[in-house]
T-cell receptor
Framework: DAKTTQPPSMDCAEGRAANLPCNHS???????VYWYRQIHSQGPQYIIH???NNETNEMASLIITEDRKSSTLILPHATLRDTAVYYC???????????FGKGTMLLVSP | GAVVSQHPSRVICKSGTSVKIECRSL??????MFWYRQFPKKSLMLMAT?????????EQGVEKDKFLINHASLTLSTLTVTSAHPEDSSFYIC??????????FGPGTRLTVL
């Protein structure tokens, strides 16, 4: 699986958009970008994934650059409950395993 | 989304005893489940892949005789930590794949070995 690079931490004000970047410059053509998050002392939660088109669901939007070397997860209106570690993972689609990096600790403040 | 449960959520045991952790997919079937371990302030590390009807596949460095995995049915996988020691104290998390290529994770089991 390709390696990803994320900032170790970010802050966001409640109600504002949180934009979490991820670099994956060695991504292969058949690798997808996945985002998960882990709230303290809980299991990770799937957020969204995409191949090359931008994706949106009820939780977030995923913007992937045209060259696919980086992406941004957008939480449009962050709440205090969005405080968590966010993991960007790149892997081939299918039942293969997930390799977690260090992720980005997002702190949403009032 | 689909729900994965784990039991117990928290367990404290004495050194040398064995502890069994259950992972269940509540509203879907899973022929494959994954077991992870997470030490404090660290990321999740995959321990093994549990396969229904066949032997588990362990990651390098994980002792298969110490971490026994049994995938008894399409909705249940168990991880038994045998002869637990304080260094086995960790947060154990299981997951199962969904139909849209996402993974559904259990809430985790906090194991403390005294």
């Amino acid at each position: 699986d390709a390696k990803t690079t994320q900032p170790p931490s970010m802050d966001c004000a409640e109600g504002r958009a949180a934009n979490l970047p991820c670099n994956h410059s060695t991504i292969s053509g058949n690798e997808y970008v996945y985002w998960y998050r882990q709230i303290h002392s809980q299991g990770p939660q799937y957020i969204i994934h995409g191949l090359k088109n931008n994706e949106t669901n009820e939780m977030a939007s995923l913007i992937i650059t045209e060259d696919r070397k980086s992406s941004t997860l957008i939480l449009p209106h962050a709440t205090l409950r969005d405080t968590a570690v966010y993991y960007c993972i790149v892997r081939v689609s299918g039942y293969s395993t997930l390799t977690f990096g260090k992720g980005t600790m997002l702190l949403v403040s009032p | 989304g689909a729900v994965v449960s784990q039991h117990p959520s928290r367990v404290i045991c004495k050194s040398g005893t064995s502890v069994k952790i259950e992972c269940r997919s509540l509203d879907f079937q899973a022929t494959t489940m994954f077991w992870y371990r997470q030490f404090p302030k660290k990321s999740l590390m995959l321990m093994a892949t549990s396969n229904e009807g066949s032997k588990a596949t362990y990651e390098q460095g994980v002792e298969k005789d110490k971490f026994l995995i049994n995938h008894a049915s399409l909705t249940l996988s168990t991880l038994t930590v045998t002869s637990a020691h304080p260094e086995d104290s960790s947060f154990y998390i299981c997951s199962a794949p969904g139909t849209m290529d996402e993974q559904f994770f259990g809430p985790g089991t906090r194991l403390t070995v005294l």
